[in-house]
Nanobody, 122 residues
Framework: EVQLVESGGGLVQAGGSLRLSCATS????????IGWFRQAPGKEREGVSC????????SYAHSAKGRFTISNDSAQKTVYLQMKSLQPEDTAVYFC???????????????WGKGTLVTVSS
C-alpha cells in the first residue's frame, strides 16, 4: 500500500523559511516521480516542484524557482521541500503526490498524501 505522509507545515512570518517532509512507503522510491503541490483557499491545486530521481529530473513552478528546493533521502524514502522567502501568497495546504512514470499536473498523479498547512503572515 502506497503511503505518503507530509509534515513540517506551520505558521511563519513573511520572509521566513520552512522545510516540508514527505515520508513515503509502499513503492519503489527511486523509480517514481514525486511532486509537491499546493492548494490555497478557493483555488485549484497547483504544482510546485517535482523530481524523478532515477532520471535526474527536477522541475519547479515559476512561483517556486529561486525560493524552493526539492530534495530527497533515498535511504529514508523521504522527499523534502525547502522553502525560503515565503510570502502570504504561499499560504496553502501542501501535498506530496507520486506517479509511476512522470511528473505532471495534479490530475495525473496516482497517489496523494493528506497535506500539511503552511500559513504565511504579513
Amino acid at each position: 500500500e502506497v503511503q505518503l505522509v507530509e509534515s513540517g507545515g506551520g505558521l511563519v512570518q513573511a520572509g521566513g523559511s520552512l522545510r516540508l517532509s514527505c515520508a513515503t512507503s509502499g513503492f519503489a522510491f527511486d523509480d517514481y516521480a514525486i511532486g509537491w503541490f499546493r492548494q490555497a483557499p478557493g483555488k485549484e491545486r497547483e504544482g510546485v516542484s517535482c523530481m524523478k530521481w532515477n532520471e535526474g529530473m527536477i522541475s519547479y513552478a515559476h512561483s517556486a524557482k529561486g525560493r524552493f528546493t526539492i530534495s530527497n533521502d533515498s535511504a529514508q524514502k523521504t522527499v523534502y521541500l525547502q522553502m525560503k522567502s515565503l510570502q502570504p501568497e504561499d499560504t496553502a495546504v501542501y501535498f506530496c503526490a507520486v506517479h509511476r512514470y512522470r511528473c505532471g499536473a495534479a490530475g495525473g498523479m496516482d497517489y496523494w498524501g493528506k497535506g500539511t498547512l503552511v500559513t504565511v503572515s504579513s
